[in-house]
């Protein structure tokens, strides 16, 4: 489980193939803290550490990960959101997170207020009665607040501290990102389908 509070981001060092799997190698200063076998959030997509070697890590995506997510389109260089799982003796600074990965969006706006930013997102219109007006969603791993929703879109606001300390400041118009809808949303909306059957 994650709180969508990025604090750390890395860099995608090498990527290799090994059948249908990706495995990447990622650079970050949190490396040397973590053990093999632990769950980390990459962009949003919970995956298991395999090997650490001093600041470097290795994780693999497998077929599944890489049909619903973005990770197929990481290439060497690019920079991640990174968060380690909550413990669960402190504050949630976010909102429950799981790493799941819901939907691919696209930005189709971002836009500079100077002192913020604005970034529109389209999904498919299949998850629409998964998000609200002022609820959480989770971009790219990092927890926000969507506004101006509509059946296929979502507007987010970033202060400029989420900008400097995540990769939203790499991100452009027509990006793909991963998205997870609220954990609580997905629980209401089963449970209202099954009782329409």
């Given amino acids: 489980m994650f709180t969508g509070i990025i604090r750390e981001t890395g860099i995608i060092q090498e990527i290799s193939r090994n059948k249908t799997n990706k495995i ?4 970050s200063n949190i490396a040397p803290q973590l053990q093999i076998d632990e769950s980390v959030c990459h962009n949003g997509v919970c995956l298991t550490i395999e090997d650490i070697n001093d600041n470097r890590y290795r994780v693999t995506a497998i077929q599944e990960t890489l049909g619903k997510t973005n990770i197929s389109a990481w290439k060497q260089g690019d920079i991640i959101n990174l968060e ?38 389209s999904f498919d219109e299949k998850h629409a009665s998964l998000i609200i007006e002022k609820g959480s969603v989770c971009v790219n791993g990092v927890s926000l ?15 400029p501290y ?15 990102v991963n998205l997870e809808f609220d954990m609580l949303g997905k629980y209401v909306n089963r449970i209202v389908s099954l009782q329409k059957k």
């Fill in 24 to 27: 990447f190698w990622i650079e």
């Fill in 162 to 176: 989420t900008f400097n300390h995540t990769n939203f400041q790499n991100l452009k118009e027509s990006d793909n």
């Fill in 145 to 159: 607040t969507a506004f101006n929703v509509s059946n296929n879109s979502f507007t987010v606001a970033i202060i």
């Fill in 84 to 121: 380690r799982s909550m413990q669960m003796n402190g504050r949630i600074d976010g909102h429950i997170v799981q790493g799941h990965v819901d939907a691919r969006g696209k930005c189709i706006s971002k836009k500079d207020f100077e002192g913020s930013f604005e970034y529109t997102f």
